[in-house]
């Protein structure tokens, strides 16, 4: 402490030396508005009487240049507010900040202040402000570490008069974190027998005492600047040796020498050796502050780049502590989505921001957060905003371990209300074009050039976030760049998948007599590397010829062999069989698989656009191939179904009309 308030009296004569001579008019009282709680420079004694090192120097001043100086003890809020409101002529104990500087002229600085977060010791990972937020932060009411705090996250506050106060506080418990100037915070830590019981961060910043006056008062400013310019060294050492002692002079030295004299020999060698040990010491410890700076500078860079990046994302992200559940952060589009403010959403419980579908209680949502900590998870449910409403999202979490120790949930948010209603329209449409040529074709103009532009835009955007950033920051910003390359390949498959089915309709005019193994042929030439890659047998019998297209029908057969392909059981060879029978004017074709079957109740589903009954992270896929077959067979006339055991294989038939020289 010592070290900054030692050059409070030594730098105030040589930084005010600008100053130009007093005008002639002068005040005949000089008030000062001041804080009253800032030790040891000032304070009140058992009397409520304003003590210490600026009093002292303003009744100096005040002897040196005639002019009484009344001064205004306050509570720093209080002090500012008066002082705005007009009333007396300087204002000290003030730092500079960019909105002071429009309303106040200031001295030059006569001191500079370290500032630093203190939190309980009984926490740990508390390092600069970053690490504080989700904590309510002490601070002192108008105090400059405010802004500072806030800029970088910090949203919660609880506001005190003043120091005094604020360590109180910290005394009974009822704040872990706070924010001081370290002169005050260790002269009242001492006092209050509270040291121990607290630590502290390295430096946030450094401010620097001043005197104001208000702008346009220059010849106010030159006054008091000119009476300070008279005080003399030795009175500002007067004034030091009152409230920091005196330091020992070369006569107290030479008293000590002659009473150490018979072992002056040995306190020599061992100073000296302290001496050199010392100055190695001082040595190292500048080389790593250095190296400290250097990193905390490029970890501010990287938490702006971050903080940017992650309030910038159009999705809701919260990050959750993976042993209670509570949300430690969010980002702004989750503020946006749900209606609540940052320092609201950590009180919240899941039930108050979901409800309807699983997981909508805590329990059900910390169980899927233990399911994240084995392998990523997306799930879909129902959020609830502030105002009540309900809106559907898409949810993915992950866990990850933050500074090797803490782990943290991710849970990214999508709002999918639009994609839920475009879904629902699309079947909707889809079902109505079997009836209507003319809706098809606008319907397929639309998905074409309508649907798939926005989706390229989205594309190309995400592919050139991940050609410049991937790598760049950290693993999570790369898994949300790769969330949104990968939903609008995922929609841009749908879309093709429907324009697929989209041509089956309007091509009877192109229907003839074709050769099914043909068709066959060319399915197995385009699924070769597949077949070959899995090591399946396919066989099949000589097949009639059928009234169809045959650019249909290899699509038909490339879409049953593939879903066999697909969903293949692994602990044995795939075998696929393809036969047929005529049954009166119409062909009936079977392909068989020995793959892992489909539970029989939802048989009657796997025709459905859009139906899949296998997660994505499973099994790929966009539940269009079996609803394409679908399509095709009922446009040439016929009927397809499917018979299954679960874990023994799929038999799907259908049929085709026989070719007419056939009938």
Request: hydrophobic fraction near 45%; glycine fraction near 8%.
């Amino acid at each position: 402490m010592r070290r900054y308030i030692g050059r409070i009296l030594a730098a105030v004569g040589f930084a005010l030396a600008w100053a130009a001579p007093v005008v002639a008019e002068t005040p005949s009282t000089l008030t000062v508005v001041i804080d009253d709680k800032y030790q040891p420079y000032i304070f009140r004694d058992e009397s409520g009487d304003l003590k210490g090192i600026l009093p002292d120097l303003w009744n100096l001043w005040s002897r040196k240049t005639g002019i009484p100086v009344h001064l205004e003890g306050l509570d720093w809020g209080d002090a500012q507010r008066r002082f705005n409101g007009g009333d007396g002529d300087v204002i000290d104990t003030i730092f500079i900040t960019d909105a002071r500087t429009r309303i106040y002229d200031f001295s030059e600085p006569y001191a500079t202040i370290e500032v630093a977060l203190f939190f309980s010791a009984e926490l740990s990972g508390i390092t600069d402000a970053a690490t504080a937020r989700g904590f309510a932060v002490g601070v002192k009411d108008g105090d400059a570490c405010i802004d500072y705090l806030a800029d970088r996250g910090v949203s919660s506050f609880h506001r005190y008069g003043s120091y005094d106060t604020l360590i109180d506080a910290a005394g009974r418990g009822e704040v872990k974190v706070f924010c001081v100037d370290k002169p005050p915070a260790i002269y009242l830590l001492v006092k209050k027998n509270l040291l121990d019981r607290f630590r502290a961060t390295p430096p946030l910043y450094s401010g620097q005492f001043h005197w104001a006056v208000r702008k346009g008062r220059d010849d106010l400013r030159r006054l008091v600047a000119s009476g300070f310019s008279s005080i003399t060294q030795a009175e500002r050492q007067a004034i030091e040796e009152r409230w920091l002692g005196r330091t020992l002079g070369l006569a107290d030295l030479q008293q000590m020498a002659r009473m150490a004299l018979p072992g002056l020999s040995v306190v020599a060698a061992i100073a000296l050796a302290l001496v050199a040990w010392v100055w190695a010491l001082r040595r190292q410890v500048g080389a790593k502050t250095r190296q400290l700076r250097q990193t905390l500078d490029e970890l501010a860079v990287s938490e702006r780049r971050f903080r940017a990046i992650f309030d910038s994302i159009n999705d809701a992200i919260f990050i959750h502590d993976a042993d209670s559940g509570a949300i430690l952060m969010v980002n702004r589009r989750a503020r946006e989505m749900y209606g609540w403010e940052a320092d609201e959403l950590p009180r919240l419980s899941v039930g108050d921001i979901s409800e309807g579908n699983p997981p909508y209680s805590m329990a059900e949502a910390k169980a899927w957060m233990d399911k994240a900590a084995a392998e990523p998870q997306i799930f879909e449910w129902r959020g609830r905003h502030k105002d009540g409403h309900l809106f559907w999202c898409e949810v993915g979490m992950r866990h990850a371990v933050i500074d090797g120790e803490a782990a943290r949930v991710l849970v990214m948010v999508r709002n999918i209300d639009e994609r839920k209603e475009a879904a629902d329209h699309l079947a909707r449409t889809v079902d109505a074009l079997t009836s209507s040529n003319a809706d098809l074709e606008r319907y397929a103009y639309a998905a074409s050039h309508d649907l798939r532009e926005p989706l390229n835009t989205v594309v190309r955007y995400s592919q050139l976030l991940r050609s410049r950033y991937l790598g760049r920051l950290d693993a999570d910003a790369d898994d949300f760049i790769g969330f949104v390359e990968g939903g609008a390949k995922q929609m841009m498959r749908l879309i093709e998948g429907l324009l697929e089915i989209s041509r089956v309709h309007g091509q009877e005019d192109r229907f003839g007599d074709v050769d099914p193994g043909k068709a066959l042929s060319a399915a197995l030439s385009n699924l070769d590397e597949l077949v070959q890659a899995c090591g399946a047998t396919v066989a099949a019998e000589p097949l009639p010829p059928v009234r169809g297209n045959e650019t249909q029908l290899t699509q038909l057969f490339q879409n049953l062999i593939g879903n066999a392909i697909k969903y293949r059981a692994v602990e044995r060879p795939l075998n696929i069989r393809i036969s047929c029978r005529r049954d009166g004017d119409q062909v009936e074709f079977s392909v068989a698989d020995n793959g892992i079957g489909i539970d029989p109740d939802y048989l009657e589903h796997i025709f459905v656009i859009f139906k899949r009954l296998h997660t994505q992270q499973a099994i790929p896929g966009i539940g269009l191939g079996l609803a394409l077959c679908r399509r095709i067979v009922e446009r040439h006339g016929g009927r397809i179904w499917a018979e299954s055991t679960a874990g023994a294989g799929t038999v799907f038939t259908f049929t085709l009309p026989a070719a007419e020289d056939q009938i």
